[in-house]
């Protein structure tokens, strides 16, 4: 069993900086992917980034340049440092883990961006 746990969304104004941590617990194997995804009120939860344990990433275009991904591996904690942010970055941030064939996600914590 997996459990993971999101903090550090709230609300900010545009232009603002956020950084969300995300701490898995449980069955962590040392091969995995962990990342953000995010879903706006009436969308579809999207990518945000993601890092493997070895340290690659992925963004998606939309935060390039903005965000980035960050993990320590030794406390299986992913984080996302937000800067620049806009009003279309507000939704809930979901945290992921990928390992073996399975997808855990925490339960999400909401980012408000103000214009």
């Known amino acids: 069993q997996v459990q993971l746990v999101e903090s550090g969304g709230g609300l900010v104004q545009a232009g603002g900086s956020l950084r969300l941590s995300c701490a898995a617990s449980?069955?962590?194997?040392?091969?995995?992917?962990m990342g953000w995804y995010r879903q706006a009120p009436g969308r579809q939860r999207e990518l945000v980034a993601f890092m493997s344990n070895a340290g690659s990433t992925n963004y998606a275009d939309s935060v390039k340049g903005r965000f980035a991904i960050s993990r320590d591996n030794a406390k299986n904690t992913v984080y996302l440092q937000m800067n620049s942010l806009k009003p279309e970055d507000t939704g809930v941030y979901y945290c992921?883990?990928?390992?073996?064939?399975?997808?855990?996600w925490g339960q999400g914590t909401q980012v408000t961006v103000s214009s």
């Open positions: 992921n883990l990928q390992q073996w064939v399975r997808d855990y």
């Open positions: 449980g069955s962590i194997f040392s091969i995995n992917v």
